[in-house]
C-alpha cells in the first residue's frame, strides 16, 4: 500500500510545469534544495530570487507528522483552529511515551496502561480530524516515515527536531514546533527564513569499519552544533551514490546537531531501491519521470562554489570511524585518536552499556551490521563485557530482523531486545545501577548526549557512534578498544581480531534469505471522521485544554525581575526536561513546574535555585514565576549563545510564556526554538553586544522599551536597573518580520490567526 498516493501524484504531474516556471523566473542553475523550496511556495506568483538568511518565505508543504510527545499540544491548538480536518495528509506516531526496561512486550504493556488516557486522545482527535495514527510498537516516527511516507521532492514538517531523516529520500524535512504544524494542518501559509546552503561533496566510498553515521559524526565536529543554523546542508558528489538510502537518513537525521534547517540527499538508484523495497514502485515510476530535476543542476555540481554559501569536502574512502562525546554531539574524536583522549581526559574507561537504535541508527542494515559483529563473539568464543540494548526502529525492522535470525542472535549474546521506540535515547530508560550518581561511561548509536539525558545522572559520560563500533566496544567493554587493529582474548586465551562488520540496505544479500522486508502488524489505524467524541477530563492531571494567551497591551515591559540568567548551554533539555516530564505534555500547568530547572544559574553555579525577589530568598525557578505571575509581576530569562539547542519541544516556549516570562534575552538562539517562542508571542531579543551579558547583575530590575515602534530590522532598548541604584542602557537586536510582529501584539501566532479567520 502506498500512503496518499493521490497527493504524490499531483505532486509529480505538476513538478515539472512548476519546475519551469522556476527556471523562467530565476534563470539560472539550481541546487536540489532550492529546486524543492521554489516549488513549495505558498504563492506562486511572488516567486522571485530570495535572499538567503534574509528574507522570509511561505512555503506549502505536502504534508505533518507528529509524535506522540509533541503531537499532544500540536492538537490541542489544532482543535482551537476551527477546521473540521487536516487541510494536509498528517499522522501522529506513538514513540516517545514508552519507557525502556525490561523488554519489548512488557514495557509496550505498562505503556499502554500507563499512558491509556493520552493515547486514546491523540487517536480519538486523529481519527476526527482525518490523521492517521500509527500505535505504540508500531515505530519510531521517522523510521516510519521513511518506510511508509517520505517521498523525493517533496516537502514536509514534523513537531520533533529529526524531522529531516526524510531526507535520505530526497526530501526537504524540517523539525518544527506544534503551532507551525497547526498552520500547516490549517492549510495557512508556513513561514520559513529562507535557508543558506552548506553544500558537502562527498568523493570516494565506505569501507571497513566505516559507516555512514561517521559523515555526519565528521561533520558535526566541521560545524558545531550552531554552525548549520538557518541553512540546509546538502549533499552531493559521486560518493552519494554509494550510500544506502538509510545511511542517507542516518546522516540527515543527525544534522539536526549541528542546527541545520534540514539536510538532503539527491535522487538516485539506491533510493529507488528502498522505496521498491518498501512497497512504493509507483513512486518510483513518478519520481523517475522528473529525476533530472530531483538533483542539482550539471552546472551546479561541476562549480559548486558558485551556488552554495558554504563547500565542506569529504572523502569516504579516508574517512574513519568516529565517536563523539562526552555531553555534546560535536566533540568528535576519530577511533584512531579516541584512546588517548579517553586517558588525557580521565573519561570512565569501562564502557557499562552499549545501546543501539534511536531514529538515526535503527535501520535494517544498522541491525544486520552489528548482527555480523555480533555473531563473531560467538564464533570467536568472546565474552561480551558490556550490557547490551537494541531498540528497533519500526515493526517492520524487527519482525524482519526476527526472520533472518538477529534478534536471537542478540538474545543468545545477552542483549535486552527493547520496543519499536525511542527509549533511552529521550531520556525513557528505566536503568538500574548501584549509584545513580555515579561517574560511568555508555556509548550509543543515538544522536543527543546532553548530560543527563539518556539516564538522569550527570555523571553518564555518553559518547556517540556507529552502531558497528557501539556493538564492538560493548563486546570488549573498553573506550580503548579499536576494533580496527587490537585484538581481543577468548575463553581458550587466544588473541582474536573482529572481522569488518557485513550488512545489507536491504534484506536481500547471499547471507540472507530473499524475502524482503516482513512485518506482523503496521500499527495503523486509518481517521474514521467527524462522528468521533473527544474527552478531556478537567480533572486530569495529564491533559488540559488550552485557554489563549493574552495580547500585548500596547506598553514597553517595564522593570521586569531578572528570574534567571543562565550560565553555559542551555538546550531544551534544560528549559524542559524530558524523561518523567513526558508524561505532562498534554497539560501545560502541571509540565510548566519543570521550567528551566536543568540551567545552571550564573550566579551561584547550581541548578533550579534562583533568587525570589519578593521574599529575599532562593527556591526553584518555576515556583519563583509562580509568585511572580500571582502578584502580576512580568519577568525576563537572559542566556547564552544557542539557547534553545535540541529537540523541537514547543513546551520549552510555551512554559515561561505561561509562567508571565515575557522576554528572553540571549547571545543567540537556535533555530526551532526561537520560531516557537515568537509563535507563542513572546519577545525573543538578542544582544547586539555580546559583552552586555555580563552587565546583568543577579539583583536587577530589566525593561525593554521602544515596543511601540517594534518594527523589523529596528532595534530595542535594554535598560537594566541596578539595586545599588545605577542603569545602564544598551541596544538588542531582534529577527522579527511584520507577520510575526503581529503574533507578538496577538498574544500567539494562533491569537493572530483567530483574529484573521
Given at each position: 500500500?502506498v ?7 499531483s505532486f509529480?504531474?505538476a ?78 506516531h506513538?514513540d ?16 499502554t ?46 513537531t ?76 552531493f ?9 538509510t ?9 539536526a ?16 531501491a ?9 513512486v ?62 580521565g ?38 563485557s ?15 530482523a ?36 555515579r561517574?560511568?561511561?555508555?556509548v ?49 586465551g ?105 540551567a545552571v ?56 510564556r ?25 519577545l ?52 522579527y ?20 479567520n
Amino acid at each position: 500500500m502506498v500512503y496518499d498516493i493521490d497527493m504524490i501524484k499531483s505532486f509529480y504531474s505538476a513538478y515539472k510545469e512548476k519546475m519551469e516556471h522556476v527556471r523562467a523566473v530565476l534563470k539560472r542553475p539550481l541546487t536540489l534544495a532550492e529546486k524543492v523550496l521554489y516549488t513549495h511556495l505558498f504563492d506562486e506568483t511572488v516567486l522571485k530570487d530570495y535572499k538567503r538568511g534574509e528574507d522570509y518565505v511561505n512555503f506549502r508543504p505536502d504534508r505533518v507528522a507528529m509524535q506522540d510527545a509533541t503531537a499532544q499540544m500540536a492538537l490541542l491548538q489544532f482543535m482551537n483552529a476551527g477546521k473540521e480536518q487536516a487541510a494536509v495528509p498528517s499522522t501522529v506516531h506513538c514513540d516517545h511515551l514508552i519507557q525502556a526496561y525490561k523488554g519489548a512486550r512488557e514495557d509496550i504493556a505498562t505503556a499502554t496502561k500507563t499512558n491509556e488516557e493520552v493515547y486514546d486522545f491523540l487517536r480519538d482527535v486523529s481519527s476526527r480530524y482525518g490523521i492517521g495514527f500509527w500505535k505504540p510498537g508500531a515505530g519510531i516516527i521517522h523510521q516510519v516515515v521513511l518506510e511508509n511516507y517520505a517521498f523525493p521532492g517533496g516537502m514536509m514538517v514534523g513537531t520533533d527536531s529529526h524531522t529531516p531523516n526524510a531526507g535520505g529520500l530526497g526530501m526537504v524535512a524540517i523539525g518544527v514546533g506544534g503551532a507551525d504544524a497547526v498552520d500547516v494542518m490549517t492549510g495557512m501559509e508556513w513561514e520559513l527564513k529562507m535557508p543558506k546552503l552548506i553544500g558537502v561533496r562527498l568523493t570516494g566510498e565506505l569501507n571497513g569499519w566505516t559507516a555512514p553515521k561517521d559523515v555526519i559524526l565528521k561533520l558535526a565536529g566541521i560545524l558545531t552544533v550552531k554552525g548549520g543554523t538557518n541553512a540546509i546542508i546538502e549533499y552531493f558528489g559521486p560518493g552519494t551514490e554509494s550510500i544506502s538510502a538509510t545511511g542517507k537518513a542516518t546522516i540527515c537525521n543527525m544534522g539536526a546537531e549541528v542546527g541545520a534547517t534540514t539536510s538532503l540527499f539527491p535522487y538516485d538508484e539506491r533510493m529507488a531501491a528502498y522505496l521498491r523495497a518498501t512497497g512504493r514502485e509507483e513512486v518510483v515510476m513518478l519520481a523517475e519521470a522528473v529525476a533530472a530535476d530531483l538533483r542539482p543542476d550539471d552546472e551546479v555540481m561541476a562549480f559548486p562554489e558558485n551556488f552554495y554559501d558554504r563547500i565542506i569536502e569529504i572523502d569516504l574512502s579516508e574517512l574513519e570511524p568516529y565517536i563523539n562525546g562526552p555531553f555534546t554531539p560535536d566533540a568528535a574524536t576519530p577511533i584512531s585518536e579516541f584512546a588517548e583522549k579517553v586517558l588525557l581526559n580521565g573519561y570512565p574507561r569501562k564502557m557499562e552499556v552499549g545501546l543501539i537504535g534511536s531514529c538515526t541508527n535503527s535501520s535494517y542494515q544498522d541491525i544486520s551490521r552489528a548482527a555480523s559483529v555480533a555473531r563473531q563473539a560467538l564464533e570467536k568464543d568472546v565474552a561480551i563485557s558490556s550490557p547490551l540494548i537494541v531498540n528497533p526502529g519500526s515493526e517492520q525492522i524487527y519482525a524482519t530482523a526476527e526472520r533472518d535470525g538477529m534478534i536471537t542472535l542478540f538474545q543468545q549474546i545477552g542483549a535486552t531486545i527493547m520496543a519499536n521506540a525511542c527509549g533511552p535515547c529521550i531520556g525513557q530508560w528505566k536503568r538500574h545501577t548501584d549509584d545513580p550518581m555515579r561517574k560511568n561511561s555508555i556509548v550509543t548509536s543515538f544522536n543527543r548526549n546532553f548530560a543527563k539525558r539518556a539516564d538522569g545522572n550527570p555523571n553518564t559520560f555518553a559518547f556517540v557512534a556507529s552502531p558497528e563500533i557501539v556493538m564492538a566496544l560493548t563486546i570488549a567493554g573498553d573506550l580503548c578498544f579499536n576494533p580496527l587493529k587490537d585484538r581481543l582474548v577468548n575463553h581458550d586465551g587466544e588473541k582474536v581480531k573482529l572481522s569488518e562488520p557485513q550488512g545489507d540496505e536491504l534484506p536481500s544479500g547471499d547471507e540472507l534469505p530473499v524475502h524482503g522486508f516482513t512485518s506482523t502488524s503496521d500499527g495503523y489505524l486509518a481517521p474514521a471522521g467527524s462522528q468521533v467524541e473527544i474527552k478531556v477530563d478537567p480533572h486530569s492531571t495529564r491533559l488540559q485544554l488550552l485557554t489563549p494567551f493574552p495580547a500585548w497591551d500596547g506598553n514597553d515591559l517595564l522593570n521586569m525581575p531578572l528570574l534567571i540568567k543562565t550560565q553555559g548551554k542551555c538546550t531544551t533539555d534544560h528549559i524542559s526536561m524530558a524523561g518523567p516530564w513526558l508524561r505532562f505534555r498534554g497539560h501545560l500547568e502541571n509540565i510548566s513546574d519543570n521550567m528551566l530547572m536543568g540551567a545552571v544559574n550564573a550566579f551561584n553555579g547550581e541548578t533550579n535555585c534562583v533568587w525570589n525577589r519578593l521574599t529575599n530568598m532562593y527556591g526553584p525557578v518555576s515556583g519563583t514565576a509562580k509568585m511572580y505571575k500571582s502578584e502580576g509581576i512580568s519577568s525576563i530569562v537572559v542566556a547564552e549563545e544557542n539557547y534553545g539547542e535540541g529537540s523541537s519541544r514547543e513546551h520549552a516556549a510555551m512554559e515561561p510564556r505561561f509562567l508571565n516570562v515575557k522576554v528572553i534575552l540571549a547571545k543567540s538562539f537556535a533555530r526551532i526554538h526561537e520560531t516557537n517562542l515568537k509563535k507563542q508571542g513572546m519577545l525573543a531579543i538578542t544582544f547586539k553586544d555580546k559583552a552586555d551579558y555580563n552587565r546583568i547583575q543577579e539583583h536587577d530590575l530589566i525593561s525593554v522599551i521602544g515596543l511601540q515602534n517594534f518594527a523589523p530590522g529596528r532595534d530595542l532598548e535594554v535598560v537594566v536597573h541596578h539595586e545599588d541604584g545605577t542603569k545602564e542602557r544598551f541596544a538588542v537586536q531582534h529577527t522579527y518580520n511584520e507577520q510575526q510582529i503581529s503574533w507578538f501584539r496577538a498574544g500567539s501566532a494562533l491569537n493572530n490567526n483567530g483574529l484573521k479567520n
